[in-house]
């Protein structure tokens, strides 16, 4: 049985983007940039997947015609990488080649840790060949992180940093939250010192004004980062931060395949059923 909408329409735009542009144009009249992504994942046929890129082009290409402030983030599963790698690749490029067109963003979101190495490996390869058209996530919380971060900044790659929502076992990430805190902290020093506008999504008050404090001290611009926040979630602060000069972003997912989204922010760590339902009281 299809569980309703309502149970996620908190966390999520709307089940077609005709339904989300309401909501994005309200966050962008408040000044706050999109990133939109339409909600799916491990894609098993090519027909989907091939329907799927299509779906993300008429998304730029609707981003373009409604005037929205938006760049998109895409799954590399849902671009057919669990049926070929070369395949899924021909596909990001498809879209990406659209992307560039338009001077449009593509953010390739960061999966699962059975997914980390041939993300980052696609991503290289993409980064080298589109430029900042394209950008990728890395995780906090993961033990190989700190390579990672030290490899992409190096390339000057455009990279989200987060704490990371995905429940991972003790010898591949982190388990506590003060230890996924201060590592987070030192990576963002790194990209804060060698990429040109690195991206940090996280509610967390901690890290939020830690970053502010930090940047302030390093006499590091507001402009040359981005804070990113979850549809749904701390709206006033964001407009705050965008009144204080500092740049934002809300990620907007959409889309009919929304439970796994809605239940990995709840569900996958124990920390999250917590934090979430915490931080829907806060502005």
Known sequence: MKLPFVLAKRFVA???FEESIPKAKYLNHKNLKLTLDLL??????RATADATVDAYIDLLNGIREHGLI???SIKLTMMGLDIDREYCVENLYKLLDVAQKHNQFVNIDMEGSDYT???IDIFKDAFAKYGQTVGTVIQAMLHRTKDDIDELAELGANIRLVKGAYGEPADIALQNMADIRKAFKEYAKV???KTERPRFGTH???LVNWLREYTAAENIAKDRFEFQMLYGLREETMVDLTKLGYLTRVYVPFGTDWFPYFSRRLMERKENVFFVLSTMFKK
């Not at 799916?40 to 046929?45: H, L, R, Y």
């Open 40 to 45: 799916g994942e491990n894609v098993s046929d």
């Open 204 to 206: 967390d008050d901690e």
């Open 14 to 16: 709307g089940e077609t």
């Open 191 to 193: 990209l804060l010192a």
């Open 117 to 119: 190495q041939v993300t």
């Open 70 to 72: 938006s760049s998109i």
